[in-house]
């Protein structure tokens, strides 16, 4: 007869293909379900917190939901960090957990269920008689809202026997968001009568946009006002015309193309939460713009917005369209006036910095050159994140996977890989990582090199320290000795786990990446790269950071 746990695992694998975890007591149950009973696939991780960062990264590479499962107790907690970047990232996923009994908690339980919420996740607990509809509630729960939901199995009844198996119903998910109301209506007939006037027009496209497959109609957007267009740091490559396209807007922007943006006249925000890092601090817009909106979030995002409409990226635009050919608008012709190529451009930087370390722009400039075009980036959070959104283009925006970012986190680098992996699995892997946030999850680097194999690489920037710490605060006159790290050998460790390491000290050292992209993947190994770099070159994107708490 079918457990609690087998009508979970069974319910879970008409919606998911992937769980990434670790298995304990109070989890034992539900991954044995899942191995003998369903085609789900289970990775692995050696750290819980691991296996909810590959589940959020298998999601931003694939857009399809993944889950994530642990023990209770001490699993549980382990998971926190990682569940509240999910959360903040508006990342959807199901992390499966065990939990105290239903006779209440044991010495070693905690309040499970006040954690989460205190990170922001919602937690759906099963029973013996209705396991399977709660599992669909959690699953419709975390793709309605984008979250993370925690689906929590109680000791006591994981193993209790439930019955047949009922048939999982189909989920009822929500539609894109429609202009509705007659407010709405007048911000979009407003919206498209400033760009139909726009002399110098310009629209911005966030992942929000990505997300809603509006890139089509974005182009159309653009065409047919005939405006310069940008994208956030997590919605590159939303725009179908890269001769018209700045990159990426905020610090990760090149300087000239931040200058361009301050001189259009009427600016739409397309599916962007417009933060502090894309807005730069403020200026990213000059006084004189007409800044409009264009999300689902019941307001506008950001005080230098002058309208706002509620609705799905993809409508929005189309509908924008059809209003500017209906009323006969002309494109402005301000583009095609503009070489854009110029203000795309990055300082190359030099070989090496005053110290005699490497400059990290070269380094980051290199291998940018030598990376395979058929890549996926996933970023771990620190100061170096500057080098990889700067240098390295990607195609798309489930293409750069920035996690750890949106909660303001360190160490979750390595568990990424295994996620991004699995998700785009004709793709090579580059993780981007400092040498901080890198031992920070050093339980995972067995993992990523396990999964990804010849697929995978990793570029540690190793400065020695906590680089953004240094550059905040130890230009401040604080005390430098807390942030500094003694220089590890990330090859070495690599090495330890079966990846091919190259401790880079020139730019001649990588040469053997360019011979590792000729190679087959089969017969490669990962390949970590320790580039041993200065902390004295600072990210354009952290000296606006330290510009504003100066």
């Known amino acids: 007869m079918p457990t609690v746990s087998a009508h979970v695992a069974l319910t879970l694998a008409h919606h998911i293909d992937h769980v990434f975890g670790v298995m304990g007591n109070g989890n034992a149950y539900v991954l044995d379900a899942l191995e003998r009973s369903t085609a789900v696939s289970f990775t692995a991780v050696r750290h819980e917190a691991g296996g909810v960062v590959a589940a959020d990264a298998y999601h931003r590479a694939s857009g399809r939901l993944a889950a994530a499962t642990a023990t209770y107790g001490a699993g549980f907690t382990n998971t926190l960090t990682a569940l509240a970047e999910a959360v903040q990232a ?59 939901t925690v689906l929590a199995v109680p000791y006591d009844v994981a193993a209790v026997e439930a019955g047949e198996v009922p048939q999982a119903p189909s989920l009822r998910l929500p539609g894109p968001v429609p202009v509705r109301g007659e407010f709405a209506v007048g911000a979009l007939e407003r919206v498209a009568a400033a760009l139909a006037s726009a002399t110098r027009p310009f629209l911005l496209a966030g992942r929000g946009a990505w997300i809603a497959g509006a890139g089509e109609a974005l182009g159309e957007l653009a065409d047919a006002t005939g405006a310069v267009t940008a994208s956030t740091a997590l919605g590159r490559g939303v725009f179908p015309r890269p001769e018209f396209d700045l990159g990426v807007t905020g610090g990760f922007g090149a300087a000239g193309a931040m200058d361009l943006v301050r001189e259009a006249d009427v600016a739409v925000v397309f599916g962007a939460s417009l933060n502090q890092f894309t807005m730069r601090f403020g200026e990213l817009f000059a006084p004189g713009t007409q800044v409009f909106q264009v999300d689902v979030a019941a307001t506008a995002t950001h005080p230098h917005v002058g309208g706002y409409v509620r609705g799905d990226a993809a409508v929005v635009a189309r509908e924008l369209v059809e209003r500017l050919r209906a009323g006969g608008a002309r494109p402005s012709g301000w583009r095609e006036q503009l070489d854009l190529a110029p203000l795309r451009r990055h300082d190359a930087g030099d070989v090496a910095a005053p110290d005699g370390r490497l400059d990290p722009r070269s380094v980051a400039a290199r291998i940018g050159e030598l990376l395979p075009e058929d890549r996926v980036v996933v970023s771990d959070g620190g100061h170096f994140i500057g080098w990889a959104n700067m240098y390295w283009p990607v195609a798309s925006p489930d293409r750069m996977l920035m996690i750890g970012t949106a909660f303001q986190s360190i160490g979750l680098g390595w568990p990424s890989v295994p996620g991004a992996a699995l998700a785009k699995p004709d793709a090579t892997v580059v993780l981007t990582t400092g040498d901080g946030g890198g031992l920070m999850a050093l339980a995972d680097l067995e993992s990523a090199v396990r999964v990804a194999g010849g697929r995978g690489m990793a570029v540690v920037w190793n400065d020695a320290a906590y680089g953004a710490e240094v550059n905040l605060y130890g230009l401040k006159g604080l005390a430098r000795e807390p942030m500094l790290i003694p220089e590890v050998d990330f090859a070495s460790l690599g090495e ?34 320790d580039c041993r770099i200065s902390g004295s070159v600072i990210a354009p994107y952290q000296h606006e950071i330290i510009r504003v708490n100066s």
């Open 90 to 148: 508006h990342v959807p996923l199901v992390l499966v957990v065990g939990d105290e009994p239903t006779s209440g908690p044991r010495p070693w339980d905690v309040d499970q269920i006040a954690l989460a919420s205190a990170v922001g996740a919602r937690t759906y607990t099963v029973g013996r008689t209705d396991a399977a509809a709660t599992t669909i509630i959690a699953i419709e729960h975390a793709l309605t809202y984008r979250v993370p």
């Open 496 to 529: 330890g786990v079966g990846a091919e390491g190259v401790v880079v000290r020139s730019l001649d050292d990588l040469d053997r990446l360019a011979a590792w992209t000729s190679e087959p993947a089969a017969s490669r190994r990962f390949l970590v790269l």
